[in-house]
């Protein structure tokens, strides 16, 4: 199965080790047009992006997770495609659940996210922590309690994406998809999906710093 | 006068004479600027130089001790720095942003350009 006019974007930071996998990975699921957004890596994660046969826009330096997401999705919309998926570049996602999103999104929702399961065992309990709380702060902000809103695996209606105003710069741009879109009357839909915890995925999820950062971002 | 007296207003002078220096050929607005702190530093120079003053400006502003006014008015000033300068940076910030995120856009249209005009050469060429 192949499918068209959706757009998979991929926002990399130093993730030399695992962009191409992800990439085949998506290829192989039948995702052809795929975005990576390098965003200022100082390793060669440029370098094997271009070795891979895939779209790539490159920041000169690294601005934030929330910017590499946005020039993706300006390029989406320039570029006329239906839908965007955002998946991370780390080797935390399956393909399948990718796919599992967009089937939902066909079926009339204009916003499916994959819904992790923290419950499972091997998750630490400060990441159980930092996501609750970037989820009652999210929910704080649009009036509506959403779980697993720092989830990066979404699939999004460009139609809806035209009408959102996205400011944030770092990783703060999860709940403020999630905040701009139940401002315009979309409840994100989740889909229970399983998430694959590498050293290196928790090393950089855990930080408890993270979830302030996205507390000072969304009040700053 | 106390040691105190003399190593701050040593500390003063030269901060002073730095800022006399970027006067020199700066244009209005950046001397308005350089001006805001020349008055900073002047008020603390007549503070440092005569402690009775600020025991002048603290009875009539019913505070009590003198140092008292001047550590008020310093963290107020030090806020109001301190916000403008957060100001600054978040609007840097966000030109620095805009600015990335067009290069990187502009570059995918230049490098789809060329690639277009790249296979239209050789079109031309066979």
């Not at chain 1, 974007?9 to 699921?29: D, F, K, R, T, W």
């Not at chain 1, 915890?197 to 009040?219: A, C, D, M, P």
């Not at chain 2, 009875?59 to 109001?80: E, M, P, T």
């Amino acid at each position: 199965m192949v499918f068209a006019n959706i757009l998979v974007i991929i926002p990399v930071y130093n993730e030399q080790e695992h962009v191409a996998g992800v990439i085949s990975m998506l290829q192989g699921a039948g995702f052809v047009d795929i975005l990576a957004v390098n965003d200022g890596s100082s390793d060669n994660t440029s370098g094997v992006i271009s070795d891979v046969e895939v779209q790539s826009l490159n920041h000169w330096v690294n601005v934030g997770l929330g910017a590499g997401l946005r020039t993706g999705f300006e390029y989406a919309v320039a570029n006329g495609f239906d839908y965007v998926i955002t998946f991370d570049g780390d080797g935390q996602m399956r393909a399948e659940d990718a796919v599992k999103i967009f089937e939902e999104a066909q079926r009339g929702h204009d916003f499916v996210y994959g819904c992790r399961d923290f419950n499972i065992p091997g998750v630490p309990k400060v990441r159980k922590f930092t996501n609750l709380l970037a989820d009652l702060l999210t929910a704080m902000l649009s009036g509506r309690y959403v779980k697993d809103t720092q989830s990066g695996l979404r699939c999004i209606k460009v139609d809806l994406l035209k009408k959102f105003d996205l400011k944030s710069r770092g990783y703060s741009i999860s709940s403020e998809l999630i905040i701009q879109s139940i401002n315009h009357g979309v409840i994100p839909k989740p889909v229970k999906i399983d998430a694959i915890y590498t050293k290196e995925s928790l090393k950089k999820g855990q930080k408890i710093s993270n979830s302030f950062r996205v507390v000072k971002e969304l009040l700053g | 006068m106390s040691l105190f007296q003399l190593i701050a207003l040593f500390l003063l002078g030269w901060f002073g004479f730095r800022q006399f220096v970027k006067f020199k050929g700066a244009p209005a607005v950046k001397i308005l600027y350089q001006l805001r702190w020349f008055f900073i530093t002047l008020l603390a120079v007549l503070f440092v130089g005569d402690p009775g003053l600020s025991s002048f400006v603290a009875q009539k502003l019913g505070i009590g001790r003198g140092a008292d006014v001047v550590i008020y008015f310093a963290l107020i000033w030090l806020l109001y720095q301190n916000y403008n300068q957060t100001q600054e940076i978040e609007k840097l910030y966000d030109k620095l942003d805009k600015l990335v995120r067009q290069l990187a856009l502009k570059g995918n249209h230049a490098r789809s350009n060329n690639e277009e005009s790249n296979e239209s050469n050789k079109e031309t060429r066979n």
